[in-house]
């Protein structure tokens, strides 16, 4: 059984002032639910943990038992408090899965509209047999080092890739990963990597691109316009 934590118990602090980013109403809908419906839609998940705020718990599974898509699915969805960081917001999803699952998908709801061909392919190669996938994009910018405030080199961006979500892994794989002491990462496959176990990349999107900064709402907002005109 494959299941999906979205991880959306972050204050959005980049985002400036308003709601918690993962609940900030985008073009009429909190941004969860985008990523939230995509999941749904996808007939291999059977099981989603939706890990937010804990002030937010009760207002979210309101949410999400009416909302018109991800309510009548026939995917589980359940609302989970999260922690401090995000890390621990993923561990805490991970603790409160069914003993059935054995693949996991951990996706941020900030890549609200990460498309569904990316969602399918990381599945694939879970299905493959990978033990662990991310989807990754090649960096556009000339990259360069800084320490203690001074440039140093440029990097070859020709042998760098921009990580994405959702990241699949098997759930041994990802339960040990969390339960390793003392490392702490910015996304699970750093941690998985850890333990010397291989990731594995599959091709990612730049619509899966994650919402930061007031700039990225605003191209968010563009292209939800643009699928909406697309799909009338
Ligand atoms: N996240 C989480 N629990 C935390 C922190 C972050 O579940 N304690 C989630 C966020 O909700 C987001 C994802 O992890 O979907 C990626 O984090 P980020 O983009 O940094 O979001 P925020 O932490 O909310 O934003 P900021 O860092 O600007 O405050
Ligand atoms: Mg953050």
């Not at 010397?196 to 599959?202: A, L």
Request: proline letters at 4%; one cysteine or more; a negative charge.
């Amino acid at each position: 059984m494959i299941a999906a934590i979205i991880t959306a118990a972050g204050s959005g602090l980049r985002l400036g002032p308003g709601d918690p980013k993962a609940q900030r109403m985008v073009r009429g809908l909190p941004l969860f639910v985008y990523s939230l419906r995509t999941l749904c839609a996808n007939q291999l998940i059977d099981h989603i943990v939706v890990v937010v705020r804990s002030d937010a718990v009760d207002e979210v599974k309101d949410f999400i038992a009416h909302d018109p898509i991800a309510g009548p699915s026939s995917t589980e969805v359940n609302v989970v408090a999260g922690g401090a960081t995000r890390q621990e917001s993923v561990a805490l999803g991970l603790a409160s899965m069914d003993a059935g699952v054995d693949h996991v998908l951990v996706h941020d709801a900030a890549r609200a509209l990460v498309p569904a061909e990316v969602v399918e392919a990381v599945i694939a190669r879970l299905m493959d047999g990978a033990l662990a996938v991310v989807p990754v994009i090649e960096v556009t910018d000339t990259i360069r080092s800084q320490v203690d405030g001074v440039l140093g080199v440029v990097v070859d961006r020709n042998s760098l890739r921009s990580v994405q979500t959702p990241q699949g892994f098997t759930r041994e794989v990802l339960v040990r990963a969390h339960q390793s002491v003392g490392v702490a990462a910015t996304d699970d496959a750093s941690l998985v990597e850890a333990l010397g176990v291989q990731v594995v990349g599959v091709n990612g999107s730049p619509e899966a691109f994650k919402i930061t900064y007031p700039t990225d709402l605003i191209f968010a907002e563009a292209l939800i316009d643009q699928q909406e005109a697309g799909s009338r």
